[in-house]
């Protein structure tokens, strides 16, 4: 039982990144699904969400309208779309899933599988 995300890499301010959890031994599609991030010297913070009731997305502020968690069902595969990518998104991301309420989206406790984390640096 286990998520492994992938994608990460450098790029420069303005460019894009897809990275994708792949999970292995349960099914995403029983989970709320989320991405999570750590800057250096930062703590994790939530930055994406979507929700097994409804596939409701939720969005941070430093993130919304550049960012997008969508899911592939076929693939049991959780996907997070990041676009404009600024200096200050440079950190880990993790994927997490779990079964939060509403009001616990956020809550990185909350959530039962990690993934390992894949590092993103934007930098010219």
């Known amino acids: 039982v286990q998520l492994q995300a992938s994608g990460g890499g450098s790029v420069q301010p303005g460019g894009s990144l897809r990275l994708a959890c792949a999970a292995s031994g349960f099914s995403l599609s029983s989970y709320t699904v989320a991405w999570f991030r750590q800057a250096p010297g930062k703590e994790r913070e939530g930055i994406a969400v979507?929700?097994?009731?409804?596939?409701?997305?939720y969005y941070s502020e430093s993130v919304k309208g550049r960012f997008t968690i969508s899911r592939d069902i076929a693939k049991n595969t959780a996907y997070l779309q990041m676009n404009r990518l600024e200096a200050d998104d440079t950190a880990v991301y993790y994927c997490a899933a779990g079964s939060p309420i509403l009001s616990a989206i956020w809550n990185s406790q909350i959530y039962r599988f990690w993934g390992q984390g894949t590092e993103v640096t934007v930098s010219s």
């Open positions: 979507r929700r097994l009731s409804g596939g409701t997305t």
